[in-house]
């Protein structure tokens, strides 16, 4: 799958959302990025005030949503985008693991036979630049049926989660009203965490201005080098650090990520870093009054015991609950564009 990384290149957004595959970040510009946040607050501003026509944008529509890898939010908040739209949701009976895969089916026939009955599906897979295969391949089926499925990535392996990253930025412009200016820490597993990748490459696609990120993990678990690359290419300063109170106190937004220990082939490996970095409210007491503390979520031992994290959820900084509400607007607003809503 890896190789449709390098052969297959996603069209760029540039002001044109309809029929597009969503499967890199790398597709954004600040404008699209900017068109798609402003549809998302005007859709959830509608939903609040229970305004008619968005339960309608996209009736007659169907997303199917195809998980290889555990998920709640990502699945759950598509299905409830895509409800709250007007359209319709189908999945496989019983679990993809209970489809034709099952049978030793590829993932090129899988995503084409989703493709003849959606109009758009979400496929998380464990194995990085399968969103790119399925759209090589959805791309093949739409010249044979004459119109487009359309691929959205829910986490691409150890690649890309797009939308998280647009539902983070968008979370991130809500609690500080810019990008410039910030500092931005991201802690935790920076090398298997695909979140952290795709938020670290969507802030430099934002051109934010003055705005430094801070990567803290373990040696082992450091940022991969394209994505530091890529910070270098889009000018944005950006600082490495196994120590956490180097930066702690300065940082404007802190985004804690979970170790991903299924991704470790050696589970002694896992074992020797999974409790270098622990938020606890005494780690929190030293960030900024006005800071943000955000996670993809889900969220382990790494945001300490229950009772630690029944006090951090009560602090004001906490902002995971806003991300994952957050989410389902900036997918509702995703998915509308995508289908060919030109009202937004
Ligand atoms: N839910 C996020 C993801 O799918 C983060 C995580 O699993 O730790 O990547």
Redesign the pocket.
Known sequence: MKQFLDSYTPQAIQGHYEGKHIITVEQFHRDDMDELFEAARKIRRGVRRGEQGIPNLCANKVLATVFFEA?T??DLSFQAAMSRIGGRVISASNGISFSSLYKGESIADTIRAVGCYADAVVLRHPNEGSSYQAAYYLDMLAEKLGRTTVVISG?DGIGE?PT?ALLDLFTIIDAKEKVDGLNITLVGDLKF???VHSLAKLIGLYGASDTTISFVSPPSLKMPQKVLDFLQCHGVPYYETDDLFDVLADSDIIYW??V?EERFEDKAEYEAICNKFIMTPSVLAKAKPDACLMH???RKHEMGTQEDQDIQDRDPRAYYFHQMENGMFVRMALLAKVLGVTSL
């Open positions: 998920s939010r990502t986490g989660h998280q965490g695909r979140t990520t979970r991903q993809p979520l889900p």
